[in-house]
């Protein structure tokens, strides 16, 4: 499927093309004097029918439309939700490479395959009947893989059902550091006017397990941090903790009333034997990011200073379940034991604590 990149030999003009478009971008500072220049000069150089450009976090979770040609505006939200499950953007990220294509790259099925499994996760929605989607024949995609990871995208749609060939490719691979350094350039400038999901650059969120999900909380895509730490697949649904902590935070938010990007809601949760901050934030359309940022501290099971107070293994797993708010029933479930043997292991943790009940078992177990 993939052409040899070192093949493909440019034509003077093109290489003329190439450095006129360069020498154009060096006066553009604004979002939409570069669209302009894309118009005008990229899609025709391309033989592309739109395109559009913006930024994400590092695992594309969370794009943002900066500007596009050709897409109209009401449809970006649509793009946006679409994204996250895009195979060529996920294929770009698990090979760490910076400009692929279908047909050169993917089969150009994978796009119709996702496309179409889009549009049956939201029956019903304002996306059903969005017709822009639809029309995407193939695609040309650059990315950058910092944080933010900048976004250029081409497409060619109905009408133009040609594939883009290994020359379109090694264009988009010559301008697309140019192209990343301009549009990076512009984002501070435009950035009161856009509420963008930005992460730090600084940061070591990309390395976080991070997963987008349903209201119901099934993971719709995930990061190679929370397949590893969960042994999950796309489809699969979260645990009883962290879907409690989803229902939770959707409960608190109101997201017709809210910007487009609210204020994460921030949780404890426990992995033994790590500990994580859980933050559930909204996602494009009804779907919902879930993070993990891991924290220096252990779980009450592997606590030393719970140790010195002589409980067993399986009443410090009771105490990392208390913790996190689960109530005996849930606890006896999840420990396979019975209803009554959870009750006499919390009795014999409060005797050898010399705690009288759960708020204060709850309170000690957060200050040690």
């Not at 060096?26 to 033989?47: E, W």
């Not at 649509?78 to 698990?94: D, G, K, N, S, T």
């Not at 809210?258 to 992995?271: D, H, L, Q």
């Not at 909204?282 to 919902?288: A, E, I, S, V, Y």
Request: glycine share 4%; with cysteine.
């Amino acid at each position: 499927m993939s052409h040899s990149r070192e093949s493909v030999s440019l034509p003077e003009e093109d290489y003329s093309a190439v450095l006129d478009f360069i020498a154009g971008m060096l006066s553009r500072n604004t979002t939409r004097s570069l669209a302009r220049l894309f118009q005008s000069r990229l899609l025709p150089l391309l033989g592309a029918s739109t395109c559009f450009y913006g930024w994400a976090d590092s695992g594309v979770f969370r794009p943002w439309i900066i500007d596009a040609v050709g897409i109209p505006e009401s449809d970006f939200s649509a793009v946006e939700a679409y994204f996250p499950r895009c195979p060529l953007a996920r294929h770009m990220i698990e090979r760490t490479s910076t400009v692929e294509s279908y047909d050169l790259d993917l089969p150009r099925r994978e796009l119709q395959d996702s496309v179409e499994s889009f549009f049956e996760a939201h029956p019903g929605s304002r996306f059903r009947g969005s017709s822009y989607l639809e029309e995407i024949n193939t695609v040309l995609l650059a990315m950058d893989h910092s944080e933010p990871a900048i976004l250029i995208g081409f497409h060619r749609i109905n009408g133009s059902n040609e594939s883009f060939t290994p020359r379109e490719r090694r264009i988009l691979d010559i301008l697309r550091p140019h192209l990343c350094q301009t549009i990076k350039a512009l984002i501070p400038k435009e950035r009161m006017d856009h509420s963008a999901p930005m992460l730090d650059a600084d940061s070591s969120e990309s390395q976080s397990p991070m997963a987008q999900v349903t209201a119901d909380s099934k993971i719709v895509v995930q990061n190679s941090s929370f397949k590893e730490l969960f042994n999950s697949l796309p489809g699969d649904k979260l645990g009883l903790a962290l879907t409690r902590f989803l229902t939770g935070a959707i409960g608190e938010c109101d997201k017709p009333s809210k910007p487009r990007i609210s204020e994460t809601k921030a949780f404890w949760y426990c992995r033994c034997p790590n500990v994580f901050q859980v933050g559930v934030s909204p996602g494009n359309d009804d779907q919902w990011l879930v993070e993990l940022h891991p924290l220096n501290d252990l779980c009450p099971a592997f606590n030393p200073v719970l140790s010195q107070y002589g409980l067993t293994p399986k009443e410090k797993e009771i105490c990392c379940r208390v913790r996190q708010g689960f109530d005996n029933q849930e606890i006896a479930s999840q420990l396979y034991i019975s209803l009554h043997t959870a009750k006499t292991h919390l009795k014999n943790i409060y005797r050898k604590l010399d705690i009288p009940n759960r708020p204060r078992l709850v309170s000690f177990l957060n200050h040690e």
